[in-house]
């Protein structure tokens, strides 16, 4: 059985507990509650558990004593008191059950421990979670999977910042930590595994080399989970990065993110006494907090998800842009194309930087790649491909970002790949860094049948959207 029928077992699962009101996000917390148990049995790590408290013990009981069990099991977890291991106590911090039905309860811990365990173990167990994590993401009722990145998106800006043995990386929005697992994988695959690393390197890359904050305690419970089961032990905090709390996180070599969109509840501002320009953005605060985080060494760089706003917001999000391209060489723009992300009327860009190791006129030039005009429509039946990037990353030019192919824009200028100079983005209104060039398709792209239905499904959820948000305005002005 591989991990792919294995992910679909377990979601499948969820059906049994609709009769208790449970959505596909809560069983997903549900479930890692309980896969954190029969995962530590399956890797012979259950030392970290008090006895008493192990996968076989939960196993062992029935109906209502099961239930009361278990419901003591998830407070017990997360008292440092009673289990002294600082991940357990994270993972079940404030834990419990929406499980009302003993017999649902029964029936999912049996289902669990039935399955292909042997097979999960030699594909890996962090493998199996991740894929878990991705549909949940991609279950748009649960909205998940609104602003969920795509793994080949990630695993492109990963491939193009390139991370080293040695360097400390971080991801400030963490989400359930996929940049950084996909970090992991990308040095362990080109290190064979960190085999032939000496005893202090590998400890550097477990406990030090990968980082990063998530806000919301649900998320950070399945990141916890997820750097667990890929063996990575570094620090991964849960708070607000734009809060004071979020001061630690400075020196970084490498930051990946795509921090969450949007604006502070009330308008108001980053409690952080550190970013050099106050407004209640979150993706311009983040922006901040990313540039201002890497070393100064010429070395360090950055991979952002943004939205376009940050590319053409006024006043405050031109001096950002400003101090952005003045402390940091921005470059790459990588123009997304629209469907990537769940929420609707989002567009987005991937911002390739690196910081300088002065302060000023570090930008020389800038070259843009549109990813979006005249783009197949993507979707829920219609996902990226590794071969939609397979030109960007030609353009990009791994090896040599001062000698690019410009061939791209001069052979082709109508083409997707584009150099502006400092001179050219200084000449326009608000330093607008939002620059497209190609024309629409003048008889409009060829839709495949999955494209069409994908296109009516946003539409559809855009509408039931609107109406959602018109309903909640009455409601105000009534009362």
């Not at 939205?307 to 391209?325: C, M, S, T, Y």
């Amino acid at each position: 059985m591989t991990n792919n029928e294995i992910v679909a077992k377990l979601w499948s699962m969820a059906n049994v507990l609709r009769d208790d009101g449970i959505s596909y996000q809560n069983y997903v917390t549900e479930l890692t509650y309980l896969l954190f148990l029969k995962m530590m049995k399956e890797q012979g790590t259950e030392s970290a558990i008090p006895e008493g408290y192990h996968w076989d013990d939960l196993l062992a009981k029935e109906g209502l004593k099961l239930k009361t069990f278990y419901k003591q099991l998830l407070l017990d977890l997360g008292n440092p008191e009673i289990a002294k291991d600082n991940r357990l106590n994270m993972i079940y911090d404030d834990a419990s059950t929406s499980i009302d039905e003993p017999a649902n309860l029964e029936k999912i811990i049996k289902d669990i421990d039935a399955l292909d365990w042997y097979s999960a173990k030699h594909e890996g167990l962090g493998d199996l979670y991740e894929g878990l994590l991705e549909k949940n993401a991609n279950e748009t009722k649960s909205g998940a999977g609104q602003y969920f990145t795509p793994r080949i998106l990630i695993d492109v800006m990963v491939q193009l910042t390139r991370p080293e043995l040695g360097e400390k990386l971080n991801d400030p929005a963490a989400g359930t930590f996929g940049f950084m697992i996909a970090a992991d994988h990308y040095l362990k695959e080109k290190y064979d595994q960190f085999f032939d690393l000496t005893p202090e390197q590998v400890k550097f890359q477990k406990k030090e080399a990968l980082s990063g904050m998530e806000l919301v305690q649900n998320t950070h419970r399945l990141a916890l989970m997820n750097a667990l089961l890929h063996d990575i032990e570094g620090q991964l905090e849960q708070g607000d990065s734009l809060s004071t709390n979020g001061k630690w996180m400075k020196g970084y070599d490498v930051v990946l993110t795509n921090p969450p969109f949007g604006t502070k509840k009330g308008g108001e501002r980053a409690t952080r006494d550190d970013l050099t320009y106050e407004t209640s953005n979150k993706q311009l605060n983040f922006l901040q907090t990313i540039y201002n985080s890497l070393k100064t060494t010429g070395k360090a760089r950055a991979a952002v998800v943004v939205p376009d706003n940050v590319l053409f917001a006024d006043n405050v999000g031109e001096q950002i842009r400003k101090d952005l391209l003045n402390k940091c060489n921005l470059h790459t723009i990588l123009r997304l194309p629209t469907g990537i992300f769940y929420a609707q009327g989002v567009q987005t860009n991937v911002l390739f930087f690196g910081r300088g190791a002065s302060e000023k006129e570090n930008t020389k030039e800038t070259w843009i790649y549109d990813m979006r005009s005249n783009m197949r429509s993507l979707g829920k039946r219609s996902p990226l491909r590794k071969d939609d990037f397979k030109e960007f990353i030609e353009c990009f030019n791994l090896d040599n970002l001062t000698q690019r192919q410009e061939t791209w824009s001069l052979e082709n200028p109508n083409g997707r790949w584009r150099k502006y100079s400092i001179e050219d983005i200084r000449k326009r209104a608000n330093t607008n860094l939002d620059i497209f060039w190609m024309e629409a398709e003048k008889d409009g792209p060829a839709y495949s049948i999955s494209e069409l239905l994908d296109l009516m499904e946003q539409k559809s959820t855009a509408i039931s959207e609107s109406i959602t948000k018109l309903q909640e305005l009455l409601g105000d002005v009534s009362e």
